[in-house]
T-cell receptor, first 118, second 115 residues
Framework: AQTVTQSQPEMSVQEAETVTLSCTYD???????LFWYKQPPSRQMILVIR??????QNATENRFSVNFQKAAKSFSLKISDSQLGDAAMYFC???????????????FGTGTRLQVTL | NAGVTQTPKFQVLKTGQSMTLQCAQD?????MSWYRQDPGMGLRLIHY???????DQGEVPNGYNVSRSTTEDFPLRLLSAAPSQTSVYFC??????????????FGPGTRLTVT
């Protein structure tokens, strides 16, 4: 079974600075998807960024980028120019790539709470 | 599109009561699922469905029932609520298939307290 580990329960960053959230995972499969979700105090789960394991290039979405190290099974999220609105819980998630409905299941890490200070 | 909707937003139950959490989506997604979120444990899969009439268990199915009579709706039933079921419940949906990492869309969540 796949597992996802987020070893930082809480992180803090000053506004305009850069912060990196860590995520490691365990899988025996060679192809899969990885995601970062943001959960603000409203509880809504918002997709921040996704990475296909077969792609060597790291995904980027505006101020958000990932450092995907497939051999190390590491998938960290970098937030640049942090803003107050980035304060939230961040979850790393894993999904298999198999053409069956079961492949749609997401396995989540336990989350990292990010505080943004002035 | 309304996306994924969940009702109610909040609910308090007494131990032993039953209730149904409603989930609906208007995106014609094949896949629907229920997660529970507990402090320090992330989101854990309860049940999921890959289409009308097809359901299966996830990681933590005990104490919950589901059915999928239509593509749009995927209700979660608590037959006899227990304090251990106090949690925030999320419904999610997506397309399935190999062609692409289909995004899962989440509902706003239901906060359930069992006393």
């Amino acid at each position: 079974a796949q597992t996802v580990t987020q070893s930082q329960p809480e992180m803090s960053v000053q506004e305009a600075e850069t912060v990196t959230l860590s995520c490691t995972y365990d899988t025996s499969e060679s192809d899969y998807y990885l995601f970062w979700y943001k959960q603000p105090p409203s509880r809504q789960m918002i997709l921040v960024i996704r990475q296909e394991a077969y792609k060597q290039q790291n995904a980027t979405e505006n101020r958000f980028s990932v450092n995907f190290q497939k051999a190390a099974k590491s998938f960290s999220l970098k937030i640049s120019d942090s803003q107050l609105g980035d304060a939230a819980m961040y979850f790393c998630a894993y999904r298999r790539v198999i053409n069956t409905g079961t492949a749609s299941k997401l396995t989540f890490g336990t989350g990292t709470r990010l505080q943004v200070t002035l | 599109n309304a996306g994924v909707t969940q009702t109610p937003k909040f609910q308090v139950l007494k131990t032993g009561q039953s209730m149904t959490l409603q989930c609906a989506q208007d995106m014609n997604h094949e896949y629907m699922s229920w997660y529970r979120q507990d402090p320090g444990m992330g989101l854990r899969l309860i049940h999921y469905s890959v289409g009308a009439g097809i359901t299966d268990q996830g990681e933590v199915p005990n104490g919950y029932n589901v059915s999928r009579s239509t593509t749009e709706d995927f209700p979660l039933r608590l037959l006899s609520a227990a304090p251990s079921q106090t949690s925030v419940y999320f419904c999610a949906s997506s397309h399935t298939g190999l062609a692409g990492s289909y995004e899962q869309y989440f509902g706003p969540g239901t906060r359930l307290t069992v006393t």
